[in-house]
């Protein structure tokens, strides 16, 4: 399987080669593109106030270029936080995309989006200061009226991040469980 993984806005950090060192130990191709270029950040204000700056346009613009060159082979996209909503508009607008992964973080859907039940599972902190519960009650709606297959897992009590072992978020049982779910979905695509 072909995978796309956007980083958070922490930036591309050795957590984010972490994760994709695991997909690629179970047999899976990954390319992890860079959208803040080289830059990284300690805290998620200082990593959202540099998105901010960019802009979504132009960070949208670069994850299109980085993914351009592998579409056509069908991609699963894959992001943490920030980069699950990357991850989310680049799978809602590909035709071949073959699933959609996302950690710790969704985006808006705009009304007339239609997908062709896309494969879709979200991994979530319960609570979630970025994904609170309407939001998320919301997004899952939306994704089903496009046509998703959407499975939503949740964890109590663990932090935003809860999969990146540098950050005080870390939960090692809730990230285990989360791999270990995330990679039986991608075995099953």
């Known amino acids: ?9 922490y930036g591309l ?8 060192d695991r997909l690629r130990a179970a047999g899976h ?21 540099f998105r901010d700056e960019v802009g979504r346009d132009e960070l949208l613009r670069r994850a299109v ?10 991609l699963v996209y894959a992001g943490l936080s920030f980069g699950g909503s990357v991850a989310q508009h680049l799978a809602m607008a ?9 950690l710790h973080g969704t ?10 039940e896309l494969p879709v599972q979200l991994h979530v902190a319960d609570p ?4 609170p519960h309407d939001w998320l009650t919301a997004w899952y709606l939306r994704m089903r009226k496009a046509g998703a297959d959407v499975e939503v897992h949740s964890y109590a009590g ?32």
């Open 65 to 74: 270029l980085a993914a351009a060159r592998f579409s056509d082979r069908g």
């Open 158 to 189: 663990a932090g935003h991040l809860f999969t990146d072992p540098d950050l005080p978020d870390w939960d090692p049982e809730a990230a285990e469980q989360t791999w270990r779910t995330a990679l039986g979905f991608l075995d099953s695509l």
């Open 107 to 116: 985006a808006d859907i705009a009304e007339d989006t239609v997908v062709d």
């Open 128 to 131: 979630d200061p970025f994904e």
């Open 13 to 20: 950090r050795p957590a984010v080669h972490a994760a994709a």
């Open 1 to 9: 399987m072909d995978i796309m993984l956007f980083h958070s806005t």
């Open 29 to 49: 191709e990954v390319e992890v593109p860079d959208l803040f270029e080289g830059r990284t950040f300690g805290t998620a204000e200082e990593g959202m106030a």
């Open 94 to 102: 590909d035709t071949k995309a073959r699933g959609l992964l996302l």
